[in-house]
């Protein structure tokens, strides 16, 4: 049975909405201000708030990150071919927020992964033993790179690009960019279109 890796910030899970809801929440961005996490960091930086973004991002992923989104149509896509296919996530996550709270984010993770219904036997059955939050991105290359997965899916293509060329590499984009380059194989726009690259 063939492998799938896939990472989970920003690919399996979307924190856009939820970050303009706390953001919002903390009076840190006008009302109209667009629901994206880049243009919310670049804004807080221009202001001078890197600290608060900081937080902001330690809570989003730590004690609300139940609140965030599943990226669309990722269920039903991975439902359909999870029989066919060991899936697997390699993650870059620490274990705790840089500043702020001490959350526990891989518990945190772990949790949002319970609640949407990946590790449910009734679910898509994620294996706890098949989930590594690794603290560095050189660790998380070097797990993927170990992996023997047959596709690896992400949204950065700099962590793409350093993966071992025998392993096809998909990058996540929903800004609809079919722009290929030689860090990855395959541009996934919509997860539903997974089964077409993998076929």
Not at 23 to 47: C, D, G, M, T, V
Not at 57 to 84: T, W
Not at 96 to 123: R, T, V
């Amino acid at each position: 049975m063939k492998t799938i890796g896939i990472d989970f910030d920003n690919t399996i899970v979307i924190y856009d909405k939820l970050f303009y809801k706390l953001a919002l929440e903390k009076e840190l961005i006008p009302l109209e201000f667009p629901k994206n996490k880049i243009k919310i960091r670049n804004y807080l930086r221009s202001q001078n708030k890197d600290n608060e973004f900081t937080i902001l991002q330690s809570e989003v992923y730590g004690n609300r990150i139940l609140d965030a989104d599943p990226a669309p149509n990722i269920y039903s896509s991975l439902n359909k071919i999870k029989d066919k296919y060991k899936l697997i996530i390699i993650s870059h996550k620490t274990k705790y927020p840089y500043s702020g709270p001490s959350y526990d984010l891989h518990k945190a993770a772990l949790n949002w992964l319970e609640k949407n219904n990946f590790i449910s036997e009734k679910g898509l059955n994620f294996s706890i033993e098949d989930i590594f939050f690794k603290p560095s991105k050189q660790e998380k290359l070097k797990a993927i790179n170990g992996s023997r997965c047959s596709y690896y899916i992400d949204d950065l293509p700099d962590i793409l690009e350093f993966i071992d060329k025998k392993i096809k590499r998909i990058l996540y984009s929903s800004s609809n960019s079919n722009f290929l380059s030689e860090s990855y194989d395959f541009v996934l726009n919509d997860w539903k279109d997974l089964s077409e690259i993998i076929k």
